[in-house]
């Protein structure tokens, strides 16, 4: 089978509520997407509670937020709001925002467009 047919299937990649319940991963990234050939990336994220993902402007890309356990609060420059689980965030290309985690702690998956990756370009020479 080829990597293409690979990507192509169908199929279950994670159980959310194992994920969010392994302790091994105590803060930042429980699991991302990796599927070969993929146009979008993703990734399942834990705060304990109190934890803040600190002030920060995303310019090139949508990121979808989906609270999938506990709850928080997003910052921004027109101010906060509290989310829990259940709700889905909005978060457009060149917003600022901050996340902290409520007093449970926070878990939530982002997806977004793949960034693409960096590419090598010949330097342009300029002849006198």
Known sequence: MTEEQTAAQVRV???LNELIADPRVPSGARWR???PGRQLDAN???LPAGQ???????LDLDVLLV???GSGIIGTPDGSQEFAA???VWLPHGSTRSVTAGGDGLSYLTVHRRRPGLQIKARSIRLR
């Open 13 to 15: 990649l994670a159980d």
């Open 33 to 35: 997407l990796a599927e």
């Open 44 to 46: 399942l994220v834990h």
């Open 52 to 58: 803040r993902v600190e002030t920060h402007t995303e």
């Open 67 to 69: 609270v999938v356990d």
């Open 86 to 88: 259940g709700n889905i």
